[in-house]
């Protein structure tokens, strides 16, 4: 379990690492990609819109042409341009002249310069993104896998602990049961010196007084039979 836990321990760092790496290195092409999404939302719904006289009327269009302005400024197009372009923009083709026209046409074109940059950054920085968000997913994969093992791993220990407690247990049963035996076979022992004992003692003592007892009287047993066989015999002599 402890190798497991060092293994996935080692798994998430990396991951860690990797993640940091991709959020650094893609800081900039995230910044990117949301500038190019502006820029092309600016051209297509508004300056393009405006140029060709396809623009509503409504307050969404000032709000954009405002957006543009706003967005000129923050990547330093000539301020002359961008005081010139709100006007400019809000003019139908018809009423615009020559200057209106230039203005119109050079702001599209910085505009269009900005986001073929913008394209150009994201397509060089690509491969390198791709590195990254593969680094970060193959580390993912790697936590996953780390992260299954401790568990199965867990997963076991439990199991060999509830298996030992079990054996704990049945230790516990048998060694209960041993010295139960131990006792019984303590009492057997006392209950068979205690036989022993009084054995020894009716053998020395009662046993004993009667074989002498026995041995002294030396009484020798009558034999009854001869003896009535003897007695018709002795009659018809007499007779």
């Known amino acids: 379990l402890g190798a497991a836990e060092s293994e996935l321990k080692s798994a998430q760092q990396a991951l860690k690492a990797a993640e940091k790496e991709q959020k650094d290195g893609d800081a900039s092409l995230n ?15 508004v300056v393009v819109p405006c140029k060709e006289g396809t623009a509503g009327e409504d307050g969404s269009v000032s709000k954009g042409i405002a957006e543009v302005t706003k ?3 923050e990547y330093g197009f000539d301020a002359a ?19 209106d026209q230039l203005v119109v046409e050079q702001a599209e074109t910085e505009l269009k310069n900005r986001l ?6 994201l397509e060089e920085g690509a491969s390198a993104r791709e590195g990254r968000a593969a680094k970060v997913a193959a580390a993912t994969a790697t936590v996953e896998a780390a992260s299954g093992k401790e568990a199965s791993c867990k997963e076991a220990l439990k199991t060999a602990l509830a298996e030992q407690k079990e054996a704990d247990a049945a230790v516990k049963t048998t060694a209960k049961a041993v010295k139960q035996f131990g006792a019984e076979m303590k009492q057997v022992g006392a209950d068979l010196a205690e036989a022993k004992q009084s054995l020894n003692e009716f ?13 002294r009287t030396n009484i020798v047993p009558e034999e009854p039979a001869q003896e009535a066989a003897a007695a018709p015999a002795e009659t018809e002599t007499q007779a």
């Open 116 to 121: 073929a940059t913008l394209i150009q950054q």
């Open 203 to 215: 053998v020395q003592g009662p046993l004993a007084t009667f074989k002498e007892l026995l041995e």
């Open 71 to 73: 967005l000129g400024k």
């Open 31 to 45: 910044a990117a990609d949301e500038k190019k999404a502006k820029l092309e939302t600016m051209i297509s719904t």
């Open 81 to 99: 341009l961008m005081t010139s372009l709100p006007a400019a923009l809000n003019k139908k083709p018809a009423d615009r002249g020559s200057f």
